[in-house]
T-cell receptor, first 115, second 108 residues
Framework: DTEVTQTPKHLVMGMTNKKSLKCEQH?????MYWYKQKAKKPPELMFV???????INESVPSRFSPECPNSSLLNLHLHALQPEDSALYLC??????????????FGQGTRLTVV | LAKITQPISMDSYEGQEVNITCSHN???????ITWYQQFPSQGPRFIIQ???TKVTNEVASLFIPADRKSSTLSLPRVSLSDTAVYYC?????????FGSGTKLNVKP
């Protein structure tokens, strides 16, 4: 199984709503990532978890709150978002190793629209 | 972070070989070079990864010169379905930062 599964595929939320994006992988990967991708732009790294601990936060606003409850799951909690936060949110995972050679597997993304 | 430069777009015709070059002058000793393909509204898909010289798999080849300041992704005999954005990543360990990408347009 080389799949990263993201739910939901589409989400529309109001600026006062609280919602969560979910990501799951069963490849035994211990590094998991959240990316944000605006139209016609490259994916931007938001967060990296390593062994269920947050290792990188790319100065993401606090209205985005990541959570890694176990080695297979990654959540992104959303609260008080702005319309400019509308984007494709991608989850990825990779092996966590002391070596340099590693490949990230991506999910299909959640298309988020903030109204 | 290594500064990455790729062409914004390229055109090709079906059946041709396509070479996309990525410049990464300040690549570090520990960095690997990885290429991803992305279709609209889908997650990026791994194509190939290398450290130096040449790497080949069933879909592409990656050429890296000795100084490692650039790399070239080679796609043999492209088809319409290869129309996508191709990203060159230069990364160490699990820090996967994407550059601007190259939009490849394959014409019939």
């Amino acid at each position: 199984d080389t799949e990263v599964t993201q739910t939901p595929k589409h989400l529309v939320m109001g600026m006062t709503n609280k919602k969560s994006l979910k990501c799951e992988q069963h490849m035994g990967h211990r590094a998991m990532y959240w990316y944000k991708q605006k139209a016609k732009k490259p994916p931007e790294l938001m967060f990296v978890y390593s062994y269920e601990k947050l290792s990188i936060n790319e100065s993401v606003p606090s209205r985005f709150s990541p959570e890694c409850p176990n080695s297979s799951l990654l959540n992104l909690h959303l609260h008080a978002l702005q319309p400019e936060d509308s984007a494709l949110y991608l989850c990825a995972s990779s092996q966590e190793s002391t070596g340099r050679r590693t490949e990230a597997f991506f999910g299909q993304g959640t298309r988020l629209t903030v109204v | 972070l290594a500064k990455i430069t790729q062409p914004i777009s390229m055109d090709s015709y079906e059946g041709q070989e396509v070479n996309i070059t990525c410049s990464h002058n300040n690549i570090a000793t520990n960095d690997y070079i990885t290429w991803y393909q992305q279709f609209p509204s889908q997650g990026p898909r791994f194509i190939i990864q290398g450290y130096k010289t040449k790497v080949t798999n069933e879909v592409a080849s990656l050429f890296i010169p000795a100084d490692r300041k650039s790399s070239t992704l080679s796609l043999p005999r492209v088809s319409l379905s290869d129309t996508a954005v191709y990203y060159c990543l230069v990364h160490n360990f699990n820090k996967f930062y994407f550059g601007s990408g190259t939009k490849l347009n394959v014409k019939p």
